[in-house]
């Protein structure tokens, strides 16, 4: 249930990339793509929280 909420945030960064002001489209993106692959990690066992 962790690492779905974490992929629902990562989502929500990712594509609302352009929707936004306070960061540029490549940082929004780049910070989406992070969170998701944290919360793949997550999934995967790799880290626990």
Known sequence: MVS????I????FTLGAYSQTWMTPTQSITTGLVTLMFGLLVREGFISL
């Open 9 to 12: 945030v990562g989502a929500a």
């Open 4 to 7: 779905f909420l974490i992929g």
